[in-house]
């Protein structure tokens, strides 16, 4: 069994990446009443590289199947700035009807997280780990998921 705990920025296509990866290897999306007969699951999160709890729920993910005997992947995904820009105004688009003033929000929301926080990696943050770093701004979510298998031989 293996888990693939999948981070990176806002607006990147985590849980749409998470959704085609399940797909394409059988897993699930994590919950703890599942049972360890699965195959595996992928668990998308917003991880805070800067804060100081920021990576205690992810620990506890990574000790807790790790324990288990359980393979831990960590796939970090990324993007370039205006693609995430219009990732974000497509997933509005699709999910909400009230466009511009929910646009606005979301995008003073997302400048005001990523200049307070981090939600990526610096080099040596993953050291020890079994990392795949992917730039998906040229990527759809389901090319994203098959390079995300591939990297870690799902």
């Not at 688009?93 to 606005?104: R, S, T």
């Not at 990523?114 to 943050?125: A, L």
Request: hydrophobic fraction near 35%.
């Amino acid at each position: 069994m293996k888990v693939v705990i999948l981070f990176g920025d806002y607006a990147v296509g985590k849980k749409t990446i998470a959704t085609y990866l399940c797909a394409i290897t059988g897993f699930r999306f994590y919950e703890s009443s599942r049972t360890r007969e699965e195959r595996g699951f992928v668990i998308p999160i917003l991880w805070c590289f800067d804060q100081p709890n920021g990576g205690v729920q992810v620990q506890s993910y990574e000790t807790f199947f790790t324990n288990a005997g359980v393979e831990v992947c960590f796939a970090e995904l990324t993007a370039e700035y205006e693609t995430l820009l219009q990732r974000n105004r497509d997933k509005l688009a699709q999910e909400m009807h009230d466009d511009l003033i929910d646009l606005k929000m979301s995008e003073r929301d997302y400048f005001w997280h990523t200049d307070e926080f981090r939600y990526t990696s610096f080099p040596g943050d993953m050291q020890g780990k079994r990392y795949f770093l992917l730039d998906t701004t040229n990527l759809s979510p389901e090319e994203a998921a098959y390079c995300i298998r591939e990297a870690f031989q799902l």
